[in-house]
C-alpha cells in the first residue's frame, strides 16, 4: 500500500552535513508514522527518529539526538532527515519505514510495515 524512495545518501567528511529524503507514494499519510533506522554493515538495525504524521510530533532514538532532525512536507508526502556535524560512526544504510505505528511502537523495527530501499551514508575522518 505504501511504497518508498529513498534519496540524499553520499560521501561526507566528519563534521558535515547530509539530508535524506522518503517520497511516499501513498497520497493520503493521514495516521501513519514516518520512521528512520540505519544498520551498519554487521550491526543490528538502528532506530534514529520518527515521526507522527498527523500531529507533526518527533521522537528521537539515542542516535539521532541533538544533531539530526526529522521533519516533514505533507504537500510532497515527504519525510526529511537532516543530519548535522556528522561522525564516522554515522556510516550506514539509511531505511526509511512507515506504518500505522502506535504511540509506544515508534522505536520498533518490527512493528513499521514498509520500508525503502536504503540510501548510503558513508563518512569519512
Known amino acids: 500500500q505504501v511504497q518508498l524512495v529513498e534519496s540524499g545518501g553520499g560521501l561526507v567528511q566528519a563534521g558535515g552535513s547530509l539530508r535524506l529524503s522518503c517520497a511516499a507514494s501513498?497520497?493520503?499519510?493521514?495516521?501513519?508514522?514516518m520512521g528512520w533506522f540505519r544498520q551498519a554493515p554487521g550491526k543490528e538495525r538502528e532506530f534514529v527518529a520518527a515521526?507522527?504524521?498527523?500531529?507533526?510530533?518527533?521522537f528521537y532514538g539515542d542516535s539521532g539526538k541533538g544533531r539530526f532532525t526529522i521533519a516533514r512536507d505533507t504537500g510532497k508526502n515527504t519525510v526529511y532527515l537532516q543530519m548535522s556535524r556528522l561522525k564516522p560512526d554515522d556510516t550506514a544504510v539509511y531505511y526509511c519505514?512507515?506504518?500505522?505505528?502506535?504511540?509506544?511502537?515508534?522505536?520498533?523495527?518490527?512493528?513499521?510495515?514498509?520500508w525503502g530501499q536504503g540510501t548510503q551514508v558513508t563518512v569519512s575522518s
Open positions: 501513498r497520497r493520503s499519510l493521514s495516521g501513519y508514522s
Open positions: 515521526i507522527r504524521w498527523n500531529d507533526d510530533s518527533p
Open positions: 519505514a512507515a506504518g500505522l505505528v502506535g504511540y509506544y511502537g515508534l522505536a520498533s523495527d518490527r512493528v513499521y510495515a514498509y
